[in-house]
């Protein structure tokens, strides 16, 4: 039998896959920043499942603590990530079920990786925006400040790159604020489009488990389950949205830094 039989695709190789192709189709090396992320959704994904008597209360409680030791070990750096197990889901999991024993196996019922990995993702962009919109906040709530101390301190204007009208600097810098107020609403508008739950959508058409897809939402902070299986697990453009928004906030920075 070969070593990859023990992996998620094993069982369809004779032989195991060489090193140096294991080390590049590896993801574990960017992907663990969703373990938070991921504990987060196995851990409402866990308390949904026994809401429709999956799981027992006891076995509710066994992963409950697995899933807090495994976040102890790697908030304090001593969790073994495993290249061979490939992703931060897989390293997990397999942590999970050495802690925890069977039940730990019983966590992915009703759900595949194609709708673990879109909720992480929706659920890590979701806080990654948050601290993105209080630090907008924070700086504009600095700029208002000093635009108020020097609403009377003259400075040249400058239009290609010439000295054309004077200005107040409090004015020049209220400009840089409606910028950032932009950035601010796009960054929000991208989190409401965003904050739809995959949970429950599985491969790509849903599962024959009843699950309380509105329950797990809930649980999670969503608005809604998302409401078609497909487009659930199979579209990434909240995160190119994100990424759009994010480009034209560092846009905007680059510029006061240039003007600066």
């Known amino acids: ?14 032989q195991p896959t060489d ?32 809401h429709i008597c999956v799981l027992s209360s006891d076995e509710l409680t066994a992963i409950k603590y697995g899933l807090q030791q495994i976040r102890e070990e790697i908030d304090a750096g001593k969790f073994a990530w495993s290249v061979a197990l490939e992703d931060v889901h897989m390293n997990i999991e397999a942590r999970l079920t050495e802690l925890i024993g069977d039940a730990g196996k019983k966590l992915h019922t009703g759900r595949s990786r194609n709708d673990q990995v879109a909720t992480d993702i929706r659920l890590y962009l979701r806080e990654q925006i948050g601290a993105c919109m209080h630090a907008i906040r924070s700086f504009q709530n600095g700029l208002l400040d000093l635009a108020e101390r020097e609403a009377r301190t003259i ?12 200005v107040s600097f409090g004015h020049h810098m209220l400009a840089w604020f409606e910028m950032l ?35 797990t939402a809930e649980l ?31 846009m905007h920075l680059s510029r006061m830094a240039e003007e600066l």
């Open 1 to 14: 039998m070969s070593k990859d039989d023990t992996r998620m695709w094993g069982g369809r190789f004779n």
């Open 181 to 215: 107020d932009r950035d601010h609403g796009r960054l929000a508008d991208c989190a409401t489009r965003m904050n739809q739950m995959p949970l429950g959508s599985a491969a790509l058409a849903g599962t024959s488990f009843e699950l309380d897809r509105e329950y």
């Open 155 to 166: 400075m040249p204007g400058f239009t290609h790159l010439q000295v054309a009208q004077p």
């Open 19 to 50: 090193e140096f192709v294991q080390a590049f189709t590896a993801s574990v090396g960017f992907d663990r920043r969703l373990a938070h992320a991921d504990i987060e959704g196995s851990r409402a994904h866990a308390m949904m499942l026994k």
């Open 220 to 250: 999670l902070g969503f608005d809604m389950p998302c409401r078609n299986s497909i487009d659930a697990v199979s579209d990434r453009d909240f995160a190119i949205e994100f990424c759009a928004a994010a480009s034209i906030c560092m």
